[in-house]
């Protein structure tokens, strides 16, 4: 089956530094979500991404969707403390029927050191 | 989040006894999801409803079963539960019949087996 793949498992930065995590798919995506789960808190979307080569802005985070449509990153510049916790990205397999499921990666647990 | 609410949020159980967890949602969207998490794996989909008693089985549906009676509630029962099932568990729901859709998350339940 589709396997979402991303790394790194862990980051951590002082605060001022740049962030990126990666995410690549086993299979081409028809779409790639970015999730944050804050400390104790559950998943909530960020960003979908659709089209090959789609470049997203959100205030310092940057998310990219690759050509292929099997790869994606979110990059976080100059990290604050209000950045740390786990993000996640999650795929949609192209093609047929898919209810909606995403496939997530195992998440990247962020710390920012003051 | 979409008005997902979790019964219960915690729970202590024994090895071999049945559990039932509850998701209920105020927001009339269609599709609905459980998914487990544990350290290293994400989120892995446990089972998906796609409408009222319209139910599949996701990566990792072995020893649970679910229902969903009416839109707003969908079910997750562990027949018989063991210690590997021990994790925290999330629902999801979506809007939409069309892919590219969100998820929403509700606030998780912790489930110990002891």
């Known amino acids: 089956g589709q396997q979402v793949m991303q790394i790194p498992q862990y980051q951590h930065v002082q605060e001022g530094e740049d962030f990126t995590t990666y995410c690549n798919s086993s299979t081409t995506l028809s779409n790639i979500q970015w999730y944050k789960q804050r400390p104790g808190g559950h998943p909530v979307f960020l960003i979908q991404l659709v089209k090959s080569g789609e470049v997203k802005k959100q205030k310092r985070l940057t998310f990219q969707f690759g050509e292929a449509k099997k790869n994606s990153s979110l990059h976080i510049t100059a990290t604050q403390t209000t950045d740390v916790g786990t993000y996640f990205c999650a795929g949609q397999n192209a093609g047929g029927t898919s209810y909606g499921k995403l496939t997530f990666g195992q998440g990247t647990i962020l710390t920012v050191h003051p | 989040d979409a008005g997902i609410t979790q019964s219960p949020r915690h729970k202590v159980t024994e090895t071999g006894t049945p559990v039932t967890l509850r998701c209920h949602q105020t927001e009339n969207h269609r599709y609905m999801y459980w998914y487990r998490q544990d350290p290293g794996h994400g989120l892995r989909l446990i089972h998906y409803?796609?409408?009222?008693?319209?139910?599949d089985k996701g990566e990792v549906s072995d020893g649970y079963s679910v229902s969903r009676s009416k839109t707003e509630d969908f079910l997750l029962t562990l027949e018989s539960a063991t210690s590997s099932q021990t994790s925290v568990y999330f629902c999801?729901?979506?809007?939409?019949?069309?892919?590219?859709?969100?998820?929403?998350f509700g606030d998780g339940t912790r489930l110990s087996i002891l």
């Open positions: 409803s796609y409408g009222v008693k319209d139910t």
């Open positions: 999801a729901t979506a809007q939409f019949s069309v892919s590219n859709q969100p998820q929403h």
